[in-house]
């Protein structure tokens, strides 16, 4: 899900959050208190869940964090409660038009380009056609891929249907021989498949390692460049995954 698409659905969450207030902000003559009590109650039940996809929007990468809009998030959402129940109900209408507006302002402050695209957690199947469709559908010339941990499973998740005429180079990180056995036994694994590879793309792969990586990276004909926000084989497992499109001069200034 694009963020802009992701911002929208989280507009639409907080209305609906606070859609059964307005009605008693509206007339709230025609709600007795117990039918105002009960209002409330689902409102505290319920913000929870809408607080919780506001933080994980507002942490797009492990790397960029809007804090300071989550916090105004949060502290509008809780304050529609806290100050009714200081206040009365009597408050009400004041407190929901402010709080709901205070919300929706942060909420709005926290940037939503769309060359960052969320892909959502529990969806693997989504999160590796998306991936795939970088590898497979968007490359015509070159594919630069960098991760510190590439394991033998990209060759037929990522790599097998990119054409034959696209270089491919991988750049990953060097095991040391003391690292302990498991380590070195995937490493090994990963290069009895690289090698297999090799011999079907002769001339067009090449693997390189370095010893320091850290960063996920990927570059598509040496004009569109990616930046991987975890493991490809494992996105959309547990958490969120991120693919940032940036344009080629970053790549070019670092």
């Known amino acids: 899900m694009k963020r802009s698409e992701m911002k929208c659905e989280l507009n639409c969450q907080l209305g609906a959050l606070f859609a059964e207030l307005d009605a008693i902000a509206d007339n709230p003559d025609a709600f007795s208190t117990p039918a105002k009590e009960e209002a409330l109650a689902r409102y505290n039940a319920n913000n929870g869940a809408l607080r919780k996809n506001v933080i994980k929007f507002s942490k ?18 809780r304050r529609v409660a806290d100050e009714i129940e200081r206040l009365s109900f009597q408050a009400l209408p004041e407190v929901v038009n402010q709080g709901k507006e205070k919300a929706k302002k942060a909420l709005n402050s ?8 969320l892909l959502k957690e529990k969806e693997p199947f989504t999160a590796y056609c998306a991936i795939r ?10 594919i630069l891929w960098i991760d510190p941990y590439l394991k033998e499973c990209i060759f037929h998740r990522f790599l097998r249907g990119v054409g034959r005429d696209v270089d491919i180079t991988l750049v990953t990180r060097a095991v040391s021989p003391t690292a302990d056995p498991e380590k070195r036994r995937a490493r090994q694994e990963f290069l009895d498949v690289s ?10 792969y090449t693997l390189l390692t370095r010893p320091h990586l850290h960063d996920r990276k990927l570059v598509v004909d040496d004009t569109r460049f990616y930046l991987l926000g975890g493991s490809a084989k494992d996105a959309g497992k547990k958490s969120y995954f991120t693919i940032m499109n940036r344009l080629l001069s970053f790549v070019e200034r670092n």
């Open 195 to 204: 090698n297999l590879f090799a011999q079907e793309h002769a001339g067009r």
């Open 110 to 117: 926290i940037p939503a380009t769309d060359d960052l695209e």
């Open 60 to 77: 797009p990468t492990p790397n960029l964090e809007y804090r300071k809009q989550r916090r105004d998030f949060s502290h509008a959402i």
């Open 133 to 142: 469709n970088l590898f497979c559908n968007e490359s015509t010339k070159s």
